[in-house]
Nanobody, 126 residues
């Protein structure tokens, strides 16, 4: 398994949670690594990503200023810190990677990512 997301759980509205992604084959040859989510009955959507070589961060508008994506190259880990969670953030969260160059405009499009981990479920509910 190349990617494995974990750290999900039940959190109250307004709470915080930090998800982790173990990337067993991470290398600087990756172009992007990112977080995606799929809510019940909805399509999978991009949440945040990191342009590996430059370190640039990109966020979906729905999570900007609430979520923070980060990585630890030495540990081959990626994280997303999620604050001010609301029921609308309830979803299965996935981490993914690609070695293909992606235009900035489609950084968070699922079709451009080749490797996916099993998701971790996040439920925001009181």
């Amino acid at each position: 398994v190349q990617l494995q997301a974990f750290g999900g759980g039940l959190v109250q509205p307004g709470g915080s949670l930090k998800l982790s992604c173990a990337m067993s084959r991470f290398s600087l040859n990756y172009y992007n690594i990112g977080w995606f989510r799929q809510a019940p009955g909805k399509l999978r959507e991009g949440v945040a990503c990191i342009r590996v070589r430059s370190g640039e961060l990109y966020y979906a508008n729905s999570v900007k200023d609430r979520f923070t994506v980060s990585r630890d190259n030495a540990k081959k880990m990626m994280y997303v810190r999620m604050n001010s969670l609301s029921p609308e953030d309830t979803a299965v969260y996935y981490c993914a990677s690609t070695s293909r160059a992606i235009l900035t405009a489609v950084n968070l499009h699922t079709l451009h990512y080749d490797y996916w981990g099993q998701g971790t479920e996040v439920t925001v509910s009181s």
